[in-house]
């Protein structure tokens, strides 16, 4: 008997399955490892008169970013396992941690300059001049990344193929049909009492 043919309208989405969620994860993991790195340095003839020392922890980062970032990777993982409504939901709950990340890129443009120059005029430098690192642009990468990937979850996510209900919890299949005692194998018996059920009954 052959298969029936997919139509080609419907399996665009699901094509897309994989490049959609290697997306989503690349921008993901991009945006955390960016996003727990230095975003703002100083720079100019001002940069060797101050002791790193002198400045805090989280001088020119960004933490909120990585921590973001983190929750994105976490929702593309229960993507891959879910199925309906709940994989949409998701999905959504990505896109919106995806567009937490942009946004603390579009405000850490000015914050971490800001921040990292306010530290340094605690330690008496006034006129030194910041700029933004490698790892800024880096994290707004991912975070663009992640976000097209998420409204593409959220967008496609009903059409894109499921694991099968093998995987699902035992108590979610449907029981099997009785074997009498006689042609149960031990296996059989101990497996009967583990559900619950009686195996002489």
Known sequence: ???PVTSGASAKPRRAFGPVV???LAGGALAAVAGNKTWATVSGEKREQFSSLALSVDSGKMPAAGALALVVLATWGVVLVSRGLVRRLVAGLGLLA?????ATVVVGWSSVGDTLR???GGVGITDASTT???WF??????SVLAVVAG???VRLAPQWPE????????GADTPAPAVPVEDQTSIDLWKAMDEGRDPTA
Do not use: K
């Open 1 to 3: 008997m052959s298969e």
């Open 22 to 24: 290697l997306l989503g």
């Open 98 to 102: 995806a567009l937490g990340v942009l």
């Open 118 to 120: 306010r530290d340094l």
């Open 132 to 134: 933004h690192t490698g």
């Open 137 to 142: 642009w880096a994290a707004a990468v991912g």
């Open 151 to 153: 409204a593409l979850a």
């Open 163 to 170: 694991m099968g209900s093998r995987y699902d919890a035992p």
